[in-house]
């Protein structure tokens, strides 16, 4: 019997190649099926036509910011279902209240550990739902503490 997670479907969307790289390996050794852009053109319509298991989402991109595709997907409700993992080398509170605001199941800070990455990977698969939940209440308890 084939496991489930060999056939969970991953949209990687980053334009640095070394990152992109990491993820391949990453992915691959963890047995996904994974598909990578390196432009926010064209994105939106990839999701579309893929409609992967999970899209990770780079901030910074060329043309269409990662902000503005979380921003589509989660307005279109044949698509608002998909969990996004934003990433961002800009990794400051604020950065992630936004990604999150905007409708991000989660948010990790590049450069990023592999096994950390892999976790978050596993955790949001696994339950996506929760998985937003969790995040938004640690970001709403972070922004209550004055961490922000």
């Known amino acids: 019997m084939e496991d489930t997670k060999a056939r969970a479907r991953i949209l990687v969307i980053e ?3 070394n990152i992109a790289i990491a993820l391949d390996y990453l992915l ?5 099926e994974q598909t990578r852009i ?5 994105a939106l319509e990839l999701i579309r036509s893929m409609r992967p298991d999970l899209v ?7 043309e269409v910011s990662g902000y503005e595709i ?3 997907v989660r307005s279109d409700p044949e698509l608002d279902h998909i969990p996004i993992l934003m990433m961002t080398a800009r990794g400051s509170a604020m950065e992630r209240r936004k990604g999150l605001a905007m409708g991000a199941t989660g948010f990790i800070s590049k450069p990023f550990e592999l096994k950390a990455l892999r976790e978050e990977v596993r ?3 696994a339950d996506p739902d929760a998985a937003t ?9 972070a922004a209550g503490n004055g961490n922000a």
Not at 28 to 32: A, D, P, V
Not at 56 to 62: E, K, Q, R, S
């Open 70 to 72: 979380c921003q589509s």
């Open 38 to 42: 390196d432009t926010g053109a064209g």
């Open 123 to 125: 955790r949001i698969l």
């Open 133 to 141: 939940a969790e995040a938004r209440a640690a970001t709403a308890e």
């Open 15 to 17: 334009d640095e190649d």
């Open 56 to 62: 990770l989402l780079d901030v910074m991109l060329p």
């Open 28 to 32: 691959t050794r963890e047995g996904y």
